[in-house]
């Protein structure tokens, strides 16, 4: 039974000792996490070689010869990722393999296809005709052009104006070293204005590239073309079924128009593809919002939020969940960090939701009233919906029926009810 030993680093209430979020504000808490499904005498190897260090938790996902496990690092008091090779390797302290492989900055591609394929010689593993493709493939085949398309990446998971304008000027500077690479262009099509033509010419390219279809079908998305968007996302998961992102743009779509069976299937994969990606389950949650799982989506997003580290868009949808489950009042804590970290759409939609938690229509109406805010939040369905929602949950049924209405009539996602 929890005890009260503890404080919100949030808002610095108490909170329980075995809790994974705080009851009051609803963020990620440091604490006991336990450990799941793990021999007994494993766990308590593990446990006490790392005792001093790490409280190892739950499994995050597995691979063929080592788990993923949420853990709290004590000496920081945060929660991290650690990998456990399986007790049946340990246990055995065989040599698989090791070489030693050599070759200047310009070889890394090359070095890089040796070393998978003596991976994959060595466990015996038979590559897929997409594996195969994507282990000889050079989409990016300059080394600094590839090294801007990482740095890119990473920035657009930011979800801030800045990183958006950094991550476009990185695209850019790939460009100008390689020339049109369909790969570049699809990620551009995420960060410019022209981003259709961008995945269309990805797509010109390299009609495989899934990628570029996922860029594609969000384009359409926020065109509220369901069906476009639908034929993308799923012939990206057809081309390359190992591909984390077009697994979890399928779950997200297909929740979203009412297909929950088939988006827990896709989103379950992109979880067991790349589990430290925190959205890679969205679907599943999103599915359990569409059907009135309350509770079962706000457990869900707890545990993206404690993966994401706090990330703004995983500050709103706990917010989001938490508000459906009856918590409005606790919903206003994360909805308040979503808010303030300059997000883009992701924090105005905060700042409505959270004016929302207090009944402040006017706060809600002032946010919309900027342009540039309400020409995204109108070509947004995501956007739209959530915004109708605030608008019911304070009474403003005309308001919210007008957003409801530019979201399009087959959003699965109800409506919470009224926090007065």
């Known amino acids: 039974m929890g005890t009260a030993s503890r404080t919100c680093n949030s808002c610095k209430r ?47 996902g597995r691979s063929g010869m080592a788990t993923v496990h949420l853990a709290l690092d004590l000496k920081h008091d945060r929660h991290v990722a650690v990998k456990v090779m399986l007790p049946e390797l340990a246990a055995t302290d065989a040599h698989l393999w090791a070489e030693k492989y050599s070759g200047t900055l310009e070889d890394v591609f090359d070095l890089q296809e040796q070393l998978s394929r003596r991976i994959v010689e060595t466990l015996k593993v038979t590559l897929a005709p997409d594996e195969e493709r994507h282990l000889a493939g050079r989409d990016i085949p300059d080394v600094e052009a590839y ?129 430290l990606w925190w959205p890679a389950p969205f679907g599943c949650c999103l599915a359990d919002l569409c059907e009135g799982n309350f509770d079962s989506a706000l457990t869900r997003m707890v545990g993206m939020h404690t993966v994401s580290g706090g990330h703004p868009a995983a500050d709103l949808w706990l917010g989001v969940c938490l508000v459906h489950a009856g918590r409005s009042a606790d919903a206003a804590a994360p909805l308040h960090r979503a808010a303030a970290a300059g997000a883009g759409t992701y924090s105005a939609s905060a700042t409505i939701l959270g004016a929302m938690v207090k009944g ?43 957003w409801l209405s ?15």
């Open 147 to 275: 090294a801007l398309y990482l740095r890119a990446r990473q920035e657009l998971q930011k979800l801030t104006q800045a990183s958006f304008g950094l991550a476009e000027r990185l695209v850019e500077r790939a460009l100008a070293r390689t020339g049109p690479k369909a790969l570049l262009l699809a990620t551009a099509a995420e960060t410019l204005d022209r981003a259709d033509a961008l995945a269309t010419q990805a797509l010109d390219l390299d009609p495989e590239l899934a990628e570029a279809h996922v860029a594609k079908g969000l384009v359409a998305w926020r065109r509220f073309d369901i069906a476009v968007t639908v034929r993308h996302v799923l012939k990206a998961v057809d081309l390359d079924p190992g591909n984390a992102m077009a697994a979890w743009a399928a779950g997200y779509v297909l929740a979203l128009v009412g297909r929950t069976g088939e988006a827990r299937e896709h989103s379950d994969r992109a979880y067991a593809l790349d589990p």
């Open 14 to 60: 108490p909170v329980p000792h075995d809790a994974a979020f705080c009851p009051n504000c609803g963020a990620a808490t440091p604490g006991r996490v336990g450990i799941e499904d793990l021999p007994d005498e494993f766990e308590q190897r593990l446990t006490a070689a790392l005792a001093d260090r790490y409280t190892v938790g739950r499994e995050l």
């Open 360 to 402: 402040d229509r006017e706060a809600m109406r002032g946010v919309l009233a900027d342009p540039g805010t309400r020409e995204a939040v109108e070509t947004d369905k995501e956007f739209s919906w959530q915004v109708a929602a605030a608008f019911a949950g304070v009474g403003d049924g005309d308001e919210a029926l007008r």
């Open 406 to 420: 530019g979201a399009g009539p087959r959003l699965r996602l109800p409506l919470p009810s009224s926090p007065q």
